[in-house]
Nanobody, 121 residues
Framework: QVQLVESGGGLVQAGGSLRLSCAAS????????MGWYRQTPGKQRELVAS???????DYSELVKDRFTISRDNAKNTVYLQMNSLKPEDTGVYYC???????????????WGKGTQVTVSS
């Protein structure tokens, strides 16, 4: 069974940094795009950053120039380096990946359970 497990959340002061990690485990053929979303109470889950299997990234305008997404395909892991954190970055951060379990199966979207990031002012 494919699982995504996030780590690295926590409490940090405004202006500080955190690094999130998300590792995919289980049996699968290929991981395509991976990404990070965040959700705050009363709001919809929003895309923070994504990265293609080639390594090409995309960012939300809200985090561009402060966050960096990267991946290690050998470790089936995606990272989110978050710098210059602001209180409005507070939320639960979810990892997301498009995974093909077998060579002839379609891609499915998997989600992690989330990790809390709290930025104090």
């Amino acid at each position: 069974q494919v699982q995504l497990v996030e780590s690295g959340g926590g409490l940090v002061q405004a202006g500080g940094s955190l690094r999130l990690s998300c590792a995919a485990s289980g049996s699968f053929f290929r991981i395509n795009a991976m990404g990070w979303y965040r959700q705050t109470p009363g709001k919809q889950r929003e895309l923070v950053a994504s990265i293609r299997s080639s390594g090409s990234p995309d960012y939300s305008e809200l985090v561009k120039d402060r966050f960096t997404i990267s991946r290690d395909n050998a470790k089936n892991t995606v990272y989110l380096q978050m710098n210059s954190l602001k209180p409005e970055d507070t939320g639960v951060y979810y990892c997301n990946a498009g995974i093909r379990e077998r060579i002839l199966t379609n891609e499915r979207t998997y989600w992690g359970k989330g990790t809390q990031v709290t930025v104090s002012s």
